[in-house]
């Protein structure tokens, strides 16, 4: 049977003769690749999509991830930190305990101050437990937590004990006066505590072994206990430095003054006047830097210091 044909005239007068047969291919033809073309749009579209989330639910990881980092390393360097405090306040507590138990009389004791001078204290509730468990990033951070938990628990213990010390030492007719528990300087602002901080010039980061009180020049600097001139004199980036032995394993230094009241071998009482604030040496500005040593190792003044004078 003869296929039908049928024409088309064209505006420019032309004639396009075609069969049935082969227009309905054509239309066939053209439906399914217009199928064909929906269907890999709808695809792309849904790989976009799934791209698009994907990004977003990386980008949410990586953010979580960071702050998880962040809050890490904060957790390991607090932890750090009061680790190296407590090994400092517990040598302390040892060094004062052992020197009242060799100079004390104990029978002259008030009533309850033999628990102060046995030689251990009461580990308490914060006794350490732990185990093989394998750990990640989040049981870490629980780890660290638990951890400075129990050291803030141990520190705050050892200070009553060094403060229960401290108060039986003052008890003692002239020992107090070569124990460095005096302020310095006549007032001042701490410009920078005692532990790591960023360098005043470099702005690296530094573990700073005293304390910087801010003070007027020329204010007079005091020994903040009785002792012998080790050094006076300068001493690079100190500056102009004086250096005390209180005796007892108890040193202390003074850095950055402007000008020197005393000079080596000589004997200082506790508040006579060894030197000046100035800012000589490695100095941004007027301060005295300040240190306290137990038995060849700094410690944070603030473990001896008594109060700060106004």
Same mark, same amino acid.
């Given at each position: 049977?003869?296929?039908?044909?049928?024409?088309?005239?064209?505006?420019?007068?032309?004639?396009?003769?075609?069969?049935?047969?082969k227009?309905?291919?054509?239309?066939?033809?053209?439906?399914?690749?217009?199928?064909?073309?929906?269907?890999?749009?709808g695809?792309?579209y849904?790989?976009?999509?799934?791209?698009?989330?994907?990004?977003?639910?990386?980008?949410?990881?990586?953010?979580?991830?960071?702050?998880?980092?962040?809050?890490?390393?904060?957790?390991?360097?607090?932890?750090?930190?009061?680790?190296?405090?407590?090994?400092?306040?517990?040598?302390?507590?040892?060094k004062?305990?052992?020197?009242?138990?060799?100079?004390?009389?104990?029978?002259?004791?008030?009533?309850?101050?033999?628990?102060?001078?046995?030689?251990?204290?009461?580990?308490?509730?914060?006794t350490?437990?732990?185990?093989?468990?394998?750990?990640?990033?989040?049981?870490?951070?629980?780890?660290?937590?638990a951890?400075?938990?129990?050291?803030?628990?141990?520190?705050?213990?050892?200070k009553?004990?060094?403060s229960?010390?401290?108060?039986?030492?003052?008890?003692?007719?002239?020992?107090?006066?070569?124990?460095?528990d005096?302020?310095?300087?006549?007032?001042?602002?701490?410009?920078?505590?005692?532990?790591?901080?960023?360098?005043?010039?470099?702005?690296?980061?530094?573990?700073?072994?005293?304390?910087?009180?801010?003070?007027?020049?020329?204010?007079?600097?005091?020994?903040?206990?009785? &002792?012998?001139?080790?050094? +006076? $004199?300068?001493?690079?980036?100190? !500056?102009?430095?004086?250096?005390?032995?209180?005796?007892? /394993? =108890?040193?202390?230094?003074y850095?950055?003054m402007? &000008?020197?009241?005393?000079? +080596? $071998?000589?004997?200082?009482?506790? !508040?006579?006047?060894?030197?000046?604030?100035?800012?000589? /040496? =490695?100095?941004?500005?007027?301060?005295?830097?300040?240190?306290?040593?137990?038995?060849?190792?700094?410690?944070?003044?603030?473990?001896?210091?008594?109060?700060?004078?106004?």
């Amino acid at each position: 049977m003869q296929d039908k044909f049928c024409e088309l005239r064209l505006a420019n007068g032309k004639v396009m003769r075609f069969t049935y047969g082969k227009l309905k291919l054509s239309i066939a033809t053209a439906c399914l690749i217009l199928l064909g073309v929906t269907i890999t749009a709808g695809y792309f579209y849904a790989q976009l999509a799934d791209y698009r989330s994907e990004a977003v639910e990386f980008n949410a990881y990586k953010e979580h991830k960071e702050e998880q980092q962040n809050k890490l390393e904060q957790l390991l360097n607090n932890n750090e930190k009061m680790l190296r405090d407590m090994a400092e306040i517990s040598n302390l507590e040892k060094k004062l305990r052992r020197a009242i138990i060799r100079d004390v009389d104990s029978s002259t004791l008030n009533p309850g101050t033999g628990a102060i001078l046995n030689t251990e204290t009461s580990v308490g509730s914060y006794t350490g437990q732990g185990g093989p468990k394998a750990m990640d990033t989040n049981s870490t951070m629980a780890v660290l937590q638990a951890q400075d938990e129990n050291i803030s628990r141990m520190i705050a213990v050892t200070k009553k004990s060094v403060s229960e010390l401290l108060g039986e030492i003052e008890g003692r007719s002239g020992t107090l006066a070569t124990f460095p528990d005096r302020w310095p300087t006549d007032g001042g602002v701490i410009s920078s505590n005692y532990g790591g901080r960023v360098d005043p010039v470099s702005k690296g980061f530094e573990y700073h072994v005293g304390l910087d009180i801010a003070v007027d020049f020329g204010t007079p600097v005091y020994a903040t206990a009785a &002792g012998t001139v080790e050094q +006076a $004199g300068w001493n690079g980036g100190y !500056g102009r430095f004086v250096r005390l032995n209180h005796g007892n /394993g =108890y040193v202390t230094a003074y850095g950055h003054m402007s &000008g020197l009241a005393v000079s +080596a $071998g000589q004997q200082v009482i506790k !508040g006579e006047i060894i030197g000046f604030v100035g800012s000589t /040496g =490695y100095s941004t500005g007027p301060h005295l830097h300040y240190e306290v040593m137990a038995d060849g190792k700094n410690i944070d003044p603030f473990y001896v210091i008594k109060e700060k004078r106004k």
